[in-house]
């Protein structure tokens, strides 16, 4: 009988106008009806990932329409809102001139559905007003020097994560406060134009280690966080360590081949009961320990024992 249901479903999308897709936690494409593989130049029962398909696109010059010559810097910003809410809605418009109502729906477990209608006769002096609305959104989340999330996105998602615990009691999830170490001493020695870089530096490689729900953004100076929902503490310093050492091999400055960079953090898990900033206080806290053991390494938070993880 479900699966009657289910072909009966597909059948529908297949014939329906409106642009279905649905994506897995991974980001990659495990559905998409007719109108949306054509939209977005897709061969049926292609599963492409969906920044593969973005940058394919792209370069086609076909598909969304992304402003700009630089894709990658494009891909780290709308990579860090997309999929880190349970329901999102924006507009977007396509190269052949249509204009798309979307939205995404984000399961706990990652997996998400699009669903996109064409508005394109609406009023095009309404479209800009709206064009206008989103860029303002979109520039009140984004951290202008690294374009990852800034502080008032990610605290939003911590908040957010939080009450999932206390109220669905959901999986467990993590915050993990990130630092730059001796930055100081780098915008002493080499300037501020390469600090700035090695902060662009250090946000694209971590955002290249990011599952799609997670979300990464700076909070202030050489601070960042990381949040990372229904993920165990163990899990998530395993994550890290894969970071650190990513990181460790960067050598970011041009005519010092020589130079690298490394990062401390310190990770906390959710607590029922406990609010966003109870979290990051212990996460900042456990931050704090890995600097005074001799920074370049994760600290655990733990009924106050905090674990060296020294990644080596």
Known sequence: MMVDVVDKLVALYERSPVLVAAYDGFDRLRYANEAFRSAYFIEAGEEPFWPDLMRRNFEARRGTVIR???FDEWLISTQSRRGKIEFRAFETDLMDGRWLWMTESVQSDGWMLCVASDITNLRAEDRVVRQDRDSALKAALT????????????MARI?????????QDAGPGC??????DNFKYINDAYGHPAGDLILRDFARRIHGQLR???CFGRIGGE?????LPNTSIEQGELILER??????????????PDFSYTFSAGIAAVE????AAGICGRADRALYAAKLAGRNRVMRDGSGLLRVATGT
């Open 68 to 70: 700009g010559d630089n």
């Open 143 to 154: 951290d202008e020097l690294t374009g990852v999330a800034n502080r008032r996105f990610v």
């Open 159 to 167: 908040a957010e994560m939080q009450n999932n615990a206390n109220v």
């Open 175 to 180: 915050v993990a406060v990130i630092d730059l």
């Open 212 to 214: 799609r729900f997670d």
């Open 223 to 227: 601070e960042f966080a990381l949040v």
């Open 243 to 256: 970071m650190l050492a990513v990181v460790r091999l960067s050598r970011p400055l041009p005519g010092h």
């Open 272 to 275: 029922t009961g406990e609010d």
